[in-house]
C-alpha cells in the first residue's frame, strides 16, 4: 500500500489517474459531508421538541450560510494561493498566506457572530417566522453566537489542508466533530434541559475540539509559523480572490432568506420544515459529495498553475468530470427513490414528509447539473478565477425570487413551482461556468 507522500509524488510524476484522483477527492467529499453532517444531526436531535423546533432550524440555516460567506473570503482566498505557493515550493509565501487567512477568520468570526447575537430578534422578524417558532429561530440564533465562533475558522483549516493535498486529514477532523456533536446533542438538548439552543452548543464545542486539533496538526508542516499568525499584507490577495464567492454566496443565503419571508413562509411550517429536511439532509448527503470533487480539483488545478503543468490539470479535469457525472445520476436515483425513506427518519408529522417528499423527486432532475456546477465552480476557485463564478451564479440565483413568488403564489402552484425553478436556474448556472472553463481563460496565471 502507497504512503501518502508516494502517492502524491505518483500524482506529479506519472500524470493523473483515476485512483490518484480519487485518493485526493473522496476524502474532501466526505469530510464536507461530515461538515454539513451538525444540520444533519441538529435536525434529527430536535424532532421531538415539536415541528416549530425544525421549521426553526430549518429557517436558520440560510442565516448560517450568509454568516459562512463572510468565512469563504478567506477559505476560498486561501485555498488557491496556498496551492499555488505549494506547488511552487515556496514556503515562506505559505507562511505569511496560511497566518494572514486564520487570522483574518477569527476576527471575521467575532465580528459576525457578535453581530448576529444582538440583532437575533431582526433576523428572525426578517424571515417572517411568529409565535413559538419565532421564539425558538431566536433562542437558536443566539446561543450559536455564543459559541460557535469555530466555525468561523474551520473552513480556512480544511481549505489551507486541501491545498497541500492532506485530504484525510481534513476528514479526521470533521469526524472527530460530527460524531462528537452527535454525542452531544441529546445531552444539551435533553439532558441538561437546554433545549434548541442545545443544539448550537454541542455544534461550538465539538468544531472547538476539531479546531485545536487541526492547528496542532498543522503546526507539524513547514508552510506553518506560529509566529506568523498575524494580519499581513498578503491579506489583501486572500481576499482580492475570495471577495467574489463571498458576495456569490451571500447572493445565494439572501435570495432563500427572501424566499423564506415572501413565499415560503405563506405556505406554512410544514413547508418550511421540509426544505430543512431536503436541503439540510438530502442534499446533505450528495452536494458535499460535489463540492469535495470540487474542492480538490481546486487544489489540483493551483498546484499545477504554479508548477506551470497545465497538462495535468487538463488531465485531472476530464477524470473528474466522467466521475461527477456518475455520482450526479446516483444523487438523482437516491433523491427520487429513496427521498421517503430518508425523510421519514427526520420528521413523524405526514404534511412535512409529503412536502418534503415533492422536493426530493422535484429536485432529483437537477442533481447532475448540480455536481457539474460545483466542478465548474473547483476549476475556477484553483485557479484564482472567482469572479467568474460570482457573475454566473448571483444574477441567476436573484432571478429566482420574482419566479418563485410568480408561480408559486400568485399563479398557486404552490411548493413544486419553487423547486421547478430552482431546477431551471441551476441547469443555466451550469451552462454558463463550463462557459467560462471550455473558454480555457482560467489556464491564464491570476495575480
Not at 502517492?7 to 454539513?36: C, D, H, R
Not at 425558538?136 to 474551520?154: F, G, K, N, S
Not at 452536494?287 to 488531465?315: H, T
Request: aromatic fraction near 12%.
Amino acid at each position: 500500500m502507497k504512503s501518502s507522500q508516494q502517492v502524491k509524488q505518483s500524482f506529479w510524476e506519472e500524470g493523473v489517474s483515476t485512483k490518484n484522483l480519487i485518493y485526493l477527492t473522496f476524502p474532501a467529499a466526505l469530510s464536507a459531508m461530515l461538515n454539513n453532517a451538525y444540520r444533519v444531526i441538529d435536525q434529527y436531535a430536535v424532532q421531538w421538541l415539536g415541528v416549530d423546533a425544525q421549521a426553526a432550524i430549518a429557517s436558520c440555516t440560510f442565516v448560517l450560510i450568509a454568516f459562512f460567506a463572510g468565512y469563504t473570503i478567506f477559505s476560498s482566498g486561501a485555498i488557491a494561493l496556498v496551492a499555488r505557493a505549494v506547488g511552487s515550493e515556496n514556503v515562506p509565501e505559505q507562511k505569511r498566506l496560511i497566518g494572514s487567512a486564520l487570522t483574518a477568520s477569527l476576527v471575521a468570526g467575532i465580528i459576525i457572530l457578535s453581530a448576529s447575537g444582538a440583532l437575533a430578534p431582526w433576523t428572525v422578524k426578517s424571515l417572517g417566522l411568529q409565535g413559538n417558532l419565532a421564539n425558538q429561530a431566536e433562542t437558536y440564533l443566539r446561543w450559536h453566537a455564543l459559541y460557535c465562533l469555530p466555525q468561523a475558522v474551520m473552513p480556512t483549516l480544511d481549505a489551507i489542508f486541501i491545498a497541500y493535498g492532506r485530504t484525510k486529514v481534513v476528514l479526521f477532523l470533521q469526524a472527530t466533530a460530527s460524531i462528537l456533536n452527535f454525542l452531544l446533542n441529546p445531552v444539551c438538548i435533553y439532558m441538561l434541559d437546554f433545549g434548541i439552543g442545545g443544539s448550537a452548543m454541542a455544534t461550538g464545542i465539538s468544531q472547538a475540539i476539531a479546531v485545536i486539533m487541526g492547528l496542532i496538526l498543522l503546526s507539524r508542516t513547514r508552510g506553518f509559523d506560529s509566529k506568523s499568525f498575524r494580519l499581513n499584507k498578503d491579506l489583501l490577495r486572500i481576499v482580492k480572490v475570495g471577495l467574489p464567492m463571498c458576495w456569490g454566496t451571500l447572493v445565494y443565503a439572501s435570495v432563500y432568506w427572501v424566499l423564506l419571508r415572501w413565499v415560503i413562509s405563506p405556505l406554512g411550517p410544514a413547508v418550511n420544515a421540509a426544505l430543512g429536511i431536503g436541503f439540510s439532509v438530502l442534499e446533505g448527503f450528495t452536494w458535499p459529495v460535489f463540492w469535495g470533487f470540487s474542492m480538490g480539483i481546486a487544489s489540483i488545478v493551483g498546484r499545477c498553475l504554479g508548477a506551470g503543468e497545465i497538462a495535468k490539470a487538463l488531465q485531472a479535469i476530464q477524470l473528474a468530470f466522467r466521475l461527477v457525472t456518475l455520482f450526479g445520476l446516483l444523487a438523482s436515483a437516491v433523491f427520487w427513490w429513496g427521498g421517503e425513506v430518508l425523510s421519514g427518519m427526520f420528521t413523524n408529522d405526514a404534511e412535512v414528509l409529503k412536502q418534503a417528499v415533492l422536493y426530493a423527486q422535484v429536485l432529483a432532475f437537477s442533481q447532475l447539473f448540480v455536481a457539474y456546477e460545483a466542478l465548474a465552480e473547483g476549476i475556477l476557485s484553483g485557479a484564482g478565477k472567482t469572479k467568474a463564478i460570482f457573475y454566473w451564479s448571483a444574477p441567476l440565483n436573484i432571478l429566482r425570487i420574482p419566479c418563485c413568488w410568480l408561480f408559486a403564489i400568485e399563479y398557486g402552484y404552490g411548493a413544486a413551482a419553487i423547486w421547478w425553478v430552482i431546477n431551471v436556474s441551476t441547469l443555466l448556472k451550469a451552462l454558463g461556468k463550463w462557459s467560462t472553463v471550455i473558454s480555457g481563460r482560467w489556464q491564464k496565471q491570476a495575480s
